[in-house]
Protein backbone atom coordinates (compact mmCIF):
# COMPACT_ATOMS: atom_id res chain seq x y z
CA UNK A 1 0.00 0.00 0.00
CA UNK A 2 3.27 2.75 0.83
CA UNK A 3 4.64 1.79 -2.31
CA UNK A 4 1.19 2.34 -4.50
CA UNK A 5 0.88 5.59 -2.97
CA UNK A 6 3.95 6.62 -3.14
CA UNK A 7 4.69 7.19 1.04
CA UNK A 8 7.22 4.40 1.09
CA UNK A 9 10.34 6.00 1.82
CA UNK A 10 13.55 4.45 1.53
CA UNK A 11 16.50 4.49 4.00
CA UNK A 12 19.50 4.55 1.94
CA UNK A 13 23.22 3.71 3.34
CA UNK A 14 26.46 2.50 2.18
CA UNK A 15 26.66 -1.41 1.67
CA UNK A 16 28.38 -3.86 -0.65
CA UNK A 17 26.67 -6.38 -2.56
CA UNK A 18 28.70 -8.98 -0.72
CA UNK A 19 26.85 -7.76 2.66
CA UNK A 20 23.54 -8.15 0.68
CA UNK A 21 23.95 -11.29 -0.97
CA UNK A 22 24.64 -12.50 2.71
CA UNK A 23 21.11 -12.64 3.31
CA UNK A 24 19.87 -13.48 0.25
CA UNK A 25 21.77 -16.63 -0.14
CA UNK A 26 20.22 -17.79 3.41
CA UNK A 27 17.05 -16.98 2.59
CA UNK A 28 17.73 -18.67 -1.06
CA UNK A 29 18.78 -21.43 0.01
CA UNK A 30 16.18 -22.38 2.46
CA UNK A 31 13.81 -21.92 -0.75
CA UNK A 32 16.34 -24.02 -3.23
CA UNK A 33 16.10 -27.05 -0.57
CA UNK A 34 12.10 -26.36 0.02
CA UNK A 35 11.55 -26.52 -3.97
CA UNK A 36 14.54 -29.77 -4.71
CA UNK A 37 16.32 -27.41 -6.48
CA UNK A 38 20.14 -26.44 -6.73
CA UNK A 39 20.99 -22.63 -6.08
CA UNK A 40 24.15 -21.24 -7.47
CA UNK A 41 25.45 -17.63 -6.53
CA UNK A 42 28.08 -15.72 -8.70
CA UNK A 43 29.17 -12.17 -7.39
CA UNK A 44 32.69 -11.32 -8.73
CA UNK A 45 34.82 -8.99 -6.84
CA UNK A 46 35.20 -5.69 -7.52
CA UNK A 47 32.17 -4.57 -7.74
CA UNK A 48 30.84 -0.66 -6.62
CA UNK A 49 30.24 0.59 -3.26
CA UNK A 50 26.24 0.88 -2.90
CA UNK A 51 24.12 3.61 -1.20
CA UNK A 52 20.96 1.70 -1.03
CA UNK A 53 18.44 0.66 1.09
CA UNK A 54 19.86 -2.76 1.86
CA UNK A 55 16.68 -4.42 3.09
CA UNK A 56 14.31 -3.28 -0.02
CA UNK A 57 17.44 -4.54 -2.29
CA UNK A 58 17.08 -8.16 -0.85
CA UNK A 59 13.48 -8.05 -0.74
CA UNK A 60 13.49 -7.27 -4.82
CA UNK A 61 15.88 -10.08 -5.49
CA UNK A 62 13.47 -12.48 -3.36
CA UNK A 63 10.42 -11.89 -4.52
CA UNK A 64 12.40 -12.60 -7.67
CA UNK A 65 13.88 -15.73 -6.18
CA UNK A 66 10.71 -16.71 -4.90
CA UNK A 67 9.13 -17.04 -8.33
CA UNK A 68 12.18 -18.84 -9.96
CA UNK A 69 11.55 -21.15 -7.05
CA UNK A 70 7.71 -21.80 -7.48
CA UNK A 71 7.60 -21.89 -11.27
CA UNK A 72 10.63 -24.16 -11.51
CA UNK A 73 9.96 -28.03 -11.86
CA UNK A 74 11.83 -29.85 -9.16
CA UNK A 75 15.57 -30.53 -9.67
CA UNK A 76 15.82 -26.95 -11.46
CA UNK A 77 18.84 -24.01 -11.22
CA UNK A 78 18.22 -21.52 -9.51
CA UNK A 79 21.19 -18.86 -10.12
CA UNK A 80 21.66 -15.50 -8.98
CA UNK A 81 24.48 -13.72 -10.22
CA UNK A 82 25.94 -9.92 -10.67
CA UNK A 83 28.14 -9.00 -13.73
CA UNK A 84 29.87 -4.91 -13.96
CA UNK A 85 28.21 -3.02 -17.02
CA UNK A 86 30.06 -0.85 -19.39
CA UNK A 87 28.55 2.00 -17.44
CA UNK A 88 31.08 3.45 -14.67
CA UNK A 89 30.13 2.07 -11.32
CA UNK A 90 26.78 -0.14 -12.51
CA UNK A 91 26.28 -3.49 -11.94
CA UNK A 92 23.59 -5.94 -13.28
CA UNK A 93 21.76 -8.25 -10.93
CA UNK A 94 20.32 -11.69 -12.38
CA UNK A 95 18.03 -14.16 -10.99
CA UNK A 96 17.70 -17.06 -13.99
CA UNK A 97 16.03 -20.31 -13.82
CA UNK A 98 15.05 -23.51 -15.92
CA UNK A 99 11.79 -23.17 -14.95
CA UNK A 100 8.50 -22.49 -16.86
CA UNK A 101 8.99 -19.53 -19.18
CA UNK A 102 6.60 -17.24 -20.28
CA UNK A 103 5.13 -16.54 -23.36
CA UNK A 104 5.50 -13.07 -24.85
CA UNK A 105 2.16 -11.97 -24.41
CA UNK A 106 2.41 -13.15 -20.43
CA UNK A 107 5.89 -11.13 -20.54
CA UNK A 108 4.06 -8.16 -21.48
CA UNK A 109 1.48 -8.34 -18.38
CA UNK A 110 4.21 -8.72 -15.80
CA UNK A 111 3.79 -5.60 -13.52
CA UNK A 112 0.21 -6.00 -13.36
CA UNK A 113 -1.11 -6.72 -10.09
CA UNK A 114 -2.54 -9.73 -9.53
CA UNK A 115 -1.52 -11.47 -12.80
CA UNK A 116 -0.40 -14.74 -12.97
CA UNK A 117 0.09 -16.89 -15.70
CA UNK A 118 -1.67 -19.82 -17.04
CA UNK A 119 0.47 -22.51 -16.28
CA UNK A 120 -0.09 -25.61 -14.58
CA UNK A 121 3.03 -25.47 -12.04
CA UNK A 122 2.10 -21.51 -11.85
CA UNK A 123 -1.57 -22.12 -11.47
CA UNK A 124 -0.92 -24.79 -8.75
CA UNK A 125 1.34 -22.72 -6.25
CA UNK A 126 -0.24 -20.52 -3.76
CA UNK A 127 0.29 -17.07 -4.76
CA UNK A 128 -1.30 -13.94 -5.34
CA UNK A 129 0.79 -12.16 -8.21
CA UNK A 130 1.76 -9.52 -6.34
CA UNK A 131 5.52 -10.57 -6.19
CA UNK A 132 6.70 -9.03 -9.28
CA UNK A 133 4.95 -5.42 -9.47
CA UNK A 134 6.13 -4.93 -5.83
CA UNK A 135 9.66 -5.59 -7.20
CA UNK A 136 9.32 -3.45 -10.35
CA UNK A 137 8.19 -0.48 -7.63
CA UNK A 138 10.44 -0.78 -5.56
CA UNK A 139 13.01 -0.51 -8.79
CA UNK A 140 11.37 2.30 -9.45
CA UNK A 141 12.28 4.25 -6.38
CA UNK A 142 15.98 3.41 -6.84
CA UNK A 143 15.67 4.49 -10.21
CA UNK A 144 16.30 0.88 -11.94
CA UNK A 145 13.91 -1.04 -13.82
CA UNK A 146 13.41 -4.81 -14.12
CA UNK A 147 14.51 -6.30 -17.49
CA UNK A 148 12.93 -9.75 -18.55
CA UNK A 149 13.82 -12.41 -21.14
CA UNK A 150 12.05 -15.87 -21.10
CA UNK A 151 11.18 -18.70 -23.09
CA UNK A 152 8.20 -21.09 -22.33
CA UNK A 153 9.22 -24.10 -21.28
CA UNK A 154 13.16 -23.48 -20.70
CA UNK A 155 13.42 -20.54 -18.02
CA UNK A 156 13.73 -16.69 -17.31
CA UNK A 157 16.06 -13.70 -16.52
CA UNK A 158 14.67 -11.45 -14.39
CA UNK A 159 17.47 -8.54 -14.28
CA UNK A 160 18.10 -4.90 -13.07
CA UNK A 161 21.25 -2.87 -12.50
CA UNK A 162 22.50 -1.17 -9.09
CA UNK A 163 24.27 1.86 -9.48
CA UNK A 164 27.02 2.14 -6.85
CA UNK A 165 29.69 4.82 -6.58
CA UNK A 166 32.47 5.62 -9.09
CA UNK A 167 35.64 6.03 -7.05
CA UNK A 168 38.61 7.73 -9.43
Given at each position: ????????????????????????????????T??????????P???P???????????????L????????????????????????????????????????????????????????????????????????G?????E??????????Q????????R??V??
Amino acid sequence: NKLRSGKLQLAAKMTTFGQIMIEVQKQTATLATQFEHTATFEVPQGLPILTVDTPQVVKVIMHLARNACMYTPKGGQITISAALTDEPGTFRVTIRDTGVGMKPEEVARLGEPFYRADHELVTSQKGYGLGVPVAMGLLALMESRLDVESTPEQGSAFSFVLRGMVMS
